[in-house]
């Protein structure tokens, strides 16, 4: 018995002796629930990095929004070493819940026998689970929150199994290693598992919360249901920012299923106004243009409202392209900490490079034809080509030509460039984002940075030659 679930049976114990069966029930349900999710935290934090991609593609799609039952589907593909689901009265009191839930308090007509009957219910299903020989869940577990470090030692919080309260706690950095501002459980054998991102616990053990679902994936934003009172609780988690199938140190697999390459941001902390979702409009909408180019002055933030624009894409939870591609020719960079320019040296500087660079991504091959890219059927694959002027005029000459051989139905290509004098094709210009209009003028911030953002659009049709 661990902390939270003793402070559940303590809430049990007074509503049977003032006979509310009512709320008996809304606390039966919320200790099995806690049960699940305490399991779903125990095998998730052991078991992801174990599965493999159909498993983790599943697993990635269910917990997002998950029901009670894909809380059990996704407990079981993570259980790879069946050390739940092999013990029988425990999978049968896991697999049979949903079912009691939704049966039980959800039928048509609720007469007086009903409490009875769910609690009766609610309670062998309990049973089982404290039936079986699991030490997570029979053993006495204190809850370990931890809030910094001192010198070789963690400090935190400790919630002791018996429900009494909470004291200080310490561990030597040489006994294990934990995550700032995660929970913990701590077990008799004295070991310890992570429950964090699926349960909280704040306010000093006087506000405990389960997880219900991912709120905002971009941010990894989790929403909690507290237990014993009504409330809900939100918190970010990095770790969950980007659910990755996928990653083989060349491309990334997200959990909606689109694959991108893998590159460096150069951004921390994004924040724009306007611009970002013109660009996505154009992505997703535009059916008639293959090609946008984004012009603005070199440190205004095209290159990283691009990135951020590929995160989005590759985060929501539809999937509009099977393929992301960053590709930069960008051959330097200032460093805004040392105040220098840096060389870059791992950038595509002809339009044999870039060709490579697609082909690699999307055929796993290091091939500079251009064709299989030109011809690529029943797939969408969005390109971007990251400061196009450093290119010679010769291999300027060569992208373009090969861009416009390509299908608005299956491409989509964004240029950015720092020159004005840069049209390529047939060139779009919305009312918003010209000069005309200084009413509507786009504002984009990049860290404590704030600088007027003027770009072009320019459009190849699909077909056409520039």
Same mark, same amino acid.
């Given at each position: ?122 309670? #062998? +299903? !309990?049973? &089982? ?8 869940? @029979? ?6 929150? %931890? /809030? ?58 006087? #506000? +405990? !919360?389960? &997880? ?8 990894? @934003? ?6 014993? %009172? /009504? ?236």
């Amino acid at each position: 018995m661990d902390y939270i679930r003793k402070q559940i049976d303590q809430r049990i114990d007074f509503l049977q002796t003032m006979g509310d069966k009512n709320a008996l029930n809304q606390h039966f349900q919320a200790r099995f629930e806690y049960v699940l999710v305490y399991l779903l935290a125990y095998l998730w934090n052991k078991n992801l990095d174990e599965l493999d991609y159909e498993d983790k593609e599943f697993v990635f799609q269910s917990v997002i929004k998950p029901t009670i039952g894909s809380i059990v589907g996704i407990c079981r593909k993570l259980d790879t070493e069946k050390e739940i689901f092999k013990k029988s009265k425990l999978s049968q009191a896991l697999d049979k819940y949903p079912s009691v839930r939704n049966e039980l308090p959800g039928h048509g007509f609720v007469y007086e026998d009903a409490p009875e009957k769910l609690l009766s219910a609610l309670q #062998e +299903l !309990y049973d &089982f689970v404290l039936a079986e020989d699991l030490p997570i869940l @029979k053993d006495n577990v204190d809850l370990v929150y %931890v /809030t910094n470090t001192e010198n070789t030692t963690y400090k935190g919080i400790l919630y002791k199994s018996d429900g009494a309260g909470y004291a200080p706690w310490s561990c030597p950095k040489t006994i294990g290693s934990f995550e700032l501002g995660s929970l913990y459980a701590s077990t008799e054998s004295n070991t310890y598992f992570r429950l964090s991102p699926f349960i909280e616990i704040t306010f000093y053990g006087n #506000e +405990l !919360y389960f &997880f219900n679902s991912i709120d905002e994936k971009l941010l990894g @934003k989790v929403k909690y249901n507290r237990l014993l %009172v /009504t409330g809900i609780y939100f918190k970010e988690w990095d770790e969950l920012c980007e659910l990755d199938v996928t990653n083989d140190g060349v491309k990334v697999k997200s959990h909606n299923g689109t694959i991108r390459n893998i590159y460096e941001n150069n951004y921390r902390k994004y924040i724009d106004i306007g611009i970002k979702g013109k660009l996505k409009t154009f992505l997703i909408r535009n059916n008639a243009f293959v090609c946008a180019t984004v012009w603005g002055h070199g440190g205004v933030g095209k290159t990283a409202t691009i990135q951020s624009l590929c995160e989005d894409l590759a985060n929501d939870e539809k999937k509009v392209f099977d393929y992301i591609i960053f590709l930069s020719a960008k051959d330097r960079k200032y460093d805004y900490y040392t105040g220098k320019i840096e060389e870059i040296t791992d950038r595509i500087a002809t339009f044999s490079d870039l060709i490579k660079g697609v082909n690699k991504i999307l055929f796993n091959t290091e091939s500079d034809d251009p064709k299989q890219i030109i011809q690529i059927d029943g797939k969408k694959v969005f390109l971007v080509v990251d400061d196009f002027e450093t290119f010679p005029k010769e291999e300027k000459d060569k992208i373009v030509e090969f861009i416009s051989e390509l299908n608005t139905n299956h491409h989509k290509v964004i240029i950015t460039t720092r020159a004005a004098n840069i049209n390529i094709g047939q060139e779009f210009q919305t009312n918003e984002l010209t000069e005309q209009v200084p009413d509507q003028e786009i504002i984009y911030m990049i860290y404590k940075k704030s600088e007027p953002l003027n770009l072009t659009f320019y459009f190849i049709p699909s077909g056409t030659a520039a």
